[in-house]
Nanobody, 115 residues
């Protein structure tokens, strides 16, 4: 069984930065890709950023140029560096890992951008 545990969320002022981490543990299969999704109250969950085993990345339009996704395969850890944060980035951020067996999700970490 795979567990994904996010950390690094919190309250930050507009223009600030946060770094999220997602650590995978348990019996870990080979992940095709790992990524971050977010969901704000009253809105659907949306892709923030995703990275493949080859290091190819994909970003949601609203975060391009501000967020950077990376992964450390040796540590089974995914990261999201978030810069120039805006109030509209406020949401619960979820880690996702995809394998041929299943899709895995973390419990989420809250990011609030407010002055």
């Amino acid at each position: 069984q795979v567990q994904l545990v996010e950390s690094g969320g919190g309250l930050v002022q507009p223009g600030g930065s946060l770094r999220l981490s997602c650590a995978a543990s348990g019996i870990i299969p080979r992940f095709n890709h790992m990524g971050w999704y977010r969901q704000a109250p009253g809105k659907e969950r949306e892709l923030v950023a995703r990275i493949t085993n080859d290091g190819n990345t994909d970003y949601g339009d609203s975060v391009k140029g501000r967020f950077t996704v990376s992964r450390d395969n040796a540590k089974n850890t995914l990261y999201l560096q978030m810069n120039s944060l805006k109030p509209e980035d406020t949401a619960a951020y979820y880690c996702n890992a995809n394998s041929v067996l299943s899709d895995y999700w973390g419990q989420g970490t809250q990011v609030t951008v407010s002055s």
